[in-house]
């Protein structure tokens, strides 16, 4: 099983739609959950992280399930500016060199596109 | 405030050639990492530190060295370039063990 999956889409969504996307991870030792943000040829930025009583930042809001390991973002509201791609990121206990240490994993993205 | 500030933005490497990409940060993290990433394979981490003077092996070390003189420089070593090490290179660095990584804008890198 793969530690971060992501559905790699894409989502092609209409201007004003309501979009979501889902992630699951395998590690339930995982202590912290980011989404980011990918643009065409460029860096990934953080959007935002995920706490277990969810948050919401403008349109834009990310809910944690530790219990399923299952973390979601939703898109209200969807601007032309939102395609991108979107990664989920969990910092997970990895075996590296024979040594433990928490890494942040990120799945492999979500596209999105939003049409005019 | 430059964040992650990485050099050169592309490269064309022969087969056999080395190379070091720099990466810098102005933010005083003391993690840096360095990521590959590729077509369908997604983010992988290469090498990182948790400190100056403490570096370690990531998912995909060979091929790769780093250093870590100073809290603000990470520089990875391309030792013999091949054609497999094509690929977009990102440096990132972060506050914490739990943070978030901020990311540079990244080397496109092709070994021809």
């Known amino acids: 099983r793969k530690e971060v999956e992501q559905d790699p889409g894409p989502f092609n969504v209409p201007e004003g739609a309501t979009v979501a996307f889902n992630c699951t991870y395998s590690n339930s030792a995982s202590q912290s959950f980011f989404w980011y943000r990918q643009d065409c040829r460029k860096e990934p930025k953080l959007l935002m992280s995920v706490y277990s009583s969810g948050n919401e930042d403008g349109r834009f809001t990310a809910q944690l399930n530790r219990a399923s390991q299952y973390i979601s973002l939703l898109i209200r509201d969807s601007k032309l500016s939102d395609s991108a791609t979107y990664l989920c990121?969990?910092?997970?206990?990895?075996?590296?060199?024979?040594?433990?240490?928490?890494?942040?994993?990120f799945g492999k993205g979500t596209k999105l596109s939003v049409i005019p | 405030n430059a964040g992650v500030t990485q050099t050169p933005k592309f490269q064309v490497l022969k087969t056999g050639q080395s190379m070091t990409l720099q990466c810098a940060q102005d933010m005083n993290h003391e993690y840096m990492s360095w990521y590959r990433q590729d077509p369908g394979m997604g983010l992988r981490l290469i090498h990182y530190?948790?400190?100056?003077?403490?570096?370690d092996q990531g998912e995909v070390p060979n091929g790769y060295n780093v250093s870590r003189s100073t809290t603000e420089d990470f520089p990875l070593r391309l030792l013999s370039a091949a054609p497999s090490q094509t690929s977009v290179y990102f440096c990132?660095?972060?506050?914490?063990?739990?943070?978030?990584?901020?990311f540079g804008s990244g080397t496109r890198l092709t070994v021809v």
């Open positions: 990121v969990v910092n997970i206990l990895t075996i590296l060199a024979g040594a433990g240490s928490y890494q942040l994993t």
């Open positions: 530190s948790v400190g100056a003077g403490i570096t």
């Open positions: 990132a660095s972060k506050q914490g063990v739990f943070y978030g990584y901020t």
